[in-house]
């Protein structure tokens, strides 16, 4: 019998394309109640899943960072979509919006930055969140996660869970990813903390050229320290509107061999018919996220403002922002590469992807065609000439 987190694993990979937002830290056992939960959300258009950006502040430079190019001197640089660029949200709006994002349904909220735990008044907002009974996650590099942290985190009894990343199996390729040695020690140091603490912690494995040899051996870690993961191959331009990050994917080559080896048990098995209910993920439906400058977004890695929440109460920009009503009217068809695609069964569908490269939301990726067309060829040649052909209606 498979695991919860087994089976977490195998029912994402046969669902529907889903943004990574609405999956709950800390709650693996409970994955099926919790879906139906979200799909209930999702068709009702309440915003049940809500990501917080509270700073683009980060204490590491990571080559793949989808914020903006930390290795330059731009730092809260003009992102994609702000013309121009408006302050950060102070605390007084943060406390404010989170009073209306509980009263619009929220439930389930997001706390992310850059690195959120360098922001100076994470526990005056996790103190707020607790007194709104707010089901708070956070994601976070790990880094400052020290016995103290850990310990006061600890103490938040709605603090489902903490992700996070994790770029390598060792220190040389985590801390060449980072830029930041000794911060794969440091990383590590803090899963182990939060986790004798009682916090639960899921990993999140970011696939890319620099650690795919790797990927067998971070899973292994793991599956050892029976951590529960999400692994994601899909690096993305930058929310500045640079692409340096875009040199950290994988080759065409890397992708086969993970394909075929120690990520094919994480490929779908396409026989999934895609249809008008699974195709689309939950962006605008029942996931919505809010920027450092309080852009309201499908979601946090698709920065498409549907209005900012000093204009507008939250509500109404959820409820009437023609961005959000486009997307939620959006059907197969629109999408006019993807509808006919035969490979559509096997692809993640990133929205984020799609809207950086293209700026369309209905647009393409090509690594994401490309990944899609490869697991595809992996999973059919693995089938057999007499076997049959994969659903992709």
């Known amino acids: 019998m498979a695991t919860p987190e087994r089976a977490v694993e195998l029912a994402v990979a046969e669902a529907a394309p889903r943004c990574q937002d609405d999956i709950v830290i800390g709650a693996e056992a409970n994955y099926e109640l919790i879906s139906r939960v979200q799909q ?6 309440v915003p049940l899943n809500v990501t917080l950006e509270l700073t683009l502040n ?55 930055g850059g690195e959120v735990l ?32 850990a310990g006061r985190l600890a ?48 990993l999140k494995f970011i696939v890319m050229r620099q650690n795919a040899h790797q990927m067998a051996e971070m899973r292994a870690q793991a599956k050892e320290g029976d951590y529960p993961y999400l692994v994601d191959v899909t690096i993305t ?19 086969r061999d993970l394909y075929r080896g120690p990520l094919r048990d994480m490929l779908p098995s396409g026989a999934q018919p895609v249809t008008e209910e699974r195709f689309p993920c939950n962006c605008a439906r029942g996931n919505c996220a809010v920027s450092v400058t309080g ?36 059907r197969i068809a629109d999408y006019e590469a993807c509808a006919p695609c035969p490979d559509k069964s096997f692809c993640t569908r990133s929205r984020g992807a799609a809207f950086t490269h293209s700026g ?15 697991s595809r060829e992996v999973v059919m040649s693995s089938r057999g000439p007499d076997a049959p052909s994969a659903t992709a209606k």
């Open 295 to 330: 852009d309201v977004q499908p979601c946090v890695s698709v920065p498409w403002s549907a209005g900012n929440v000093r204009d507008q109460p939250f509500i109404d920009i959820w409820r009437y922002s023609p961005v959000f009503q486009k997307i939620r009217g959006l």
């Open 237 to 255: 331009s930058r929310h500045d509107g640079s692409s340096g990050s875009l040199v950290t994917q994988v080759t065409d080559e890397q992708l």
């Open 40 to 45: 209930r959300a999702s068709k009702r258009n």
């Open 118 to 149: 360098t922001y100076p008044h994470l526990f005056v907002v996790l103190d707020r969140a607790r007194e709104l009974n707010f089901a708070v996650q956070l994601l976070t590099n790990g880094t400052m996660l020290q016995p103290g942290v």
């Open 155 to 202: 103490s938040y009894r709605n603090l489902l869970g903490v992700s996070i990343s994790l770029y390598g199996a060792t220190a040389e390729v985590h801390d060449g990813v980072t830029q930041i040695a000794g911060s794969f020690r440091r990383t590590w140091d803090g899963v182990r903390r939060l986790r004798a603490a009682g916090v639960a912690v899921r």
């Open 360 to 374: 369309s939301y209905t647009g393409t990726d090509p690594f994401v065609c490309k990944t899609a067309a490869i």
């Open 58 to 112: 980060c204490n590491i430079r990571c080559l793949h960072c989808y914020n903006l190019d930390r290795d330059e001197p731009q730092h809260g640089a003009c992102r994609s979509g702000d013309a121009p660029q408006r302050p950060e949200l102070s605390l007084d709006e943060i406390l404010r919006l989170l009073g209306d994002l509980r009263d619009a349904g929220c439930l389930t909220l997001g706390l992310t």
